[in-house]
């Protein structure tokens, strides 16, 4: 994958780019199927993250690149805020964005730690909703 192509992909998880019923913000404005489909595109989101890390250490770091990542956090803290299902899942998703997006910012030699342990330092909380 292209960091052009991550980019792209950043921005329809956004909600801009032709395919935006496809991304995550949608899935939180008009639902999802399922959690786990919920799940798929949030870690999604960091495939094209990780894939994009060299951007966050130039001296210039793209405009629409961080007002994309805003646009998800900023969706993510309405959904949470209106307590719609599942917001607990929802809420750890943006702590996790939220957390590397400040690691990224300040160069951190391991920013991705909160999600590549995800899974198992919420493993009982992502289990108990799945199951709901």
């Known amino acids: 994958m292209t960091k052009a192509?991550?980019?792209l992909?950043?921005?329809?998880?956004a909600g801009r780019n032709d395919n935006f019923s496809e991304g995550y913000i949608y899935a939180?404005?008009?639902g999802f199927k399922n959690l786990p489909e919920l799940?798929?595109?949030f870690e999604e989101i960091f495939v094209y993250l990780k894939e994009l890390k060299?951007?966050?250490?130039s001296p210039e770091i793209e405009r629409e690149l961080l007002a994309d990542l805003n646009e998800i956090l900023y969706e993510s803290i309405l959904y949470i805020s209106n307590k719609k299902l599942d917001y607990c899942v929802v809420q750890i998703f943006a702590e996790i964005l939220s957390e590397?997006?400040?690691?990224l910012l300040e160069n951190a030699e391991y920013p991705f730690e909160a999600f590549d342990s995800y899974k198992?330092?919420?493993?009982?909380i992502l289990n108990r909703e799945i199951k709901q």
Not at 9 to 13: E, F, P, T
Not at 120 to 124: G, H, I, K, L, M
Request: charged share 35%; aromatic share 18%.
């Open 5 to 7: 192509e991550a980019r």
């Open 9 to 13: 992909k950043i921005a329809l998880h």
């Open 28 to 30: 939180l404005r008009y």
């Open 39 to 41: 799940q798929q595109k």
């Open 54 to 57: 060299e951007s966050f250490y």
């Open 100 to 103: 590397t997006l400040v690691y």
């Open 120 to 124: 198992e330092n919420y493993d009982d």
